[in-house]
């Protein structure tokens, strides 16, 4: 890299918006949404080191006044897993870094599961399911055989798993009896795949560094909703943070978040809110022309500290 080229690219400004799912030491993993304590440790641990951490707040000023600071950072977590609770949360504390946390709000409590959990129970941490199966889903009926092999287990689960991350909550309540009818395993939650509860939320929002933003309801597609169901969706679980949290929630973040995921109606709903900020799910870096409900962010998966400063480090030059 040439003197100029690298010039050029300290003096880069914006704001990498980095985001997290769970922070959790777990035997199944298959969407890859884990970072372990460790990583997850040091990863925190060397930001605060070498970069300004901003809240997502912070974030409404600077896109309005146009001041994008060089090299600023934000925390975000989605979904609302227990974890965030009690394994974030403790080493977000001790280096006092802000961050921000997406809830999904129809899977508040103890005994709710994100279905990706019940297959990941069926499919990866339970040993002794039905060899085979045959399962109804809307109008089209599948077979998978011989799922003591590995291969097998693995593509029934990622075609089950896809087949019903575009359908609506009666369709994947309706698939995830079956399976559970079929696998005979019990619909209570394994410990360590928990979702947030009531109380851990409320004790989560208490903390002024840390920010509460809803992640819709049932953790659908927008785009694969009427106009009517998105706004449901949308405000239903706005209303329903803020009345546990017992503060104005600003903040969106679209379930899935890619492109693909919310249409020209969803940005028209929010811009006709009053959400301050909207966050999506593809990589880039906040700039002054960033669409405020169109906030890019980057996927932080469980790598180790080395592999984490140059994901950063790539990101600022890249996007
Ligand atoms: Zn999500």
């Known amino acids: 890299m040439s003197v100029f080229r690298y010039l050029k690219n300290i003096n880069k400004k914006g704001i990498q918006i980095l ?36 809240k997502l707040s912070d974030l409404k000023e600077i896109l309005i006044t146009k001041h994008i600071p060089k090299n600023g950072l934000i925390i975000t977590f989605d979904d609302g897993y227990e974890d965030n609770f009690k394994n974030a949360k403790p080493i977000l504390e001790e280096f006092n870094v802000p961050a921000t946390f997406f809830i999904t ?7 709710k599961e994100f279905y990706q959990e019940t297959l990941n129970r069926i499919f990866f941490l339970e040993k002794r399911i039905p060899l085979n ?103 239903y679980s706005k209303a329903e943070l803020e009345k546990i949290i017992e503060e104005k929630i600003s903040f969106f973040a679209y379930p899935y978040g890619t492109k693909e995921d919310y249409n020209e109606e969803t940005l028209k709903i929010m811009s006709q809110s009053d959400f301050a ?31 984490f400063s140059k994901f950063i480090t790539n990101n600022f030059h890249k996007y």
Do not use: M
């Open 19 to 54: 985001l997290y799912h769970r922070v959790a030491d777990v035997e199944s993993d298959p969407q890859q949404l884990c970072v372990s304590q460790e990583n997850f440790h040091s990863q925190i641990n060397y930001i605060k080191q070498h970069y300004e951490i901003l």
């Open 277 to 307: 900020l909207s966050c999506a799910n593809y990589p880039g870096i906040v700039k002054s022309n960033t669409n405020i409900h169109e906030i890019p962010r980057v996927v932080v998966r469980d790598i180790n500290v080395e592999k």
């Open 133 to 235: 199966l045959t399962i109804k889903i809307e109008n089209k009926t599948i077979t998978y055989e011989n799922l003591l092999n590995e291969e097998n287990r693995n593509n029934a689960y990622r075609n089950i798993h896809f087949t019903l991350r575009g359908k609506n909550s009666i369709v994947r309540r309706k698939a995830i009896k079956e399976l559970l009818k079929w696998s005979k395993i019990g619909d209570k939650p394994d410990d360590d795949y928990k979702n947030l509860n009531e109380a851990q939320l409320k004790l989560l929002s208490k903390n002024h560094s840390f920010e509460i933003g809803a992640h819709s309801v049932n953790h659908i597609p927008l785009s694969s909703l009427s106009i009517q169901e998105q706004k449901e969706e949308i405000f």
């Open 105 to 111: 709000s129809g899977f508040i409590g103890e005994n």
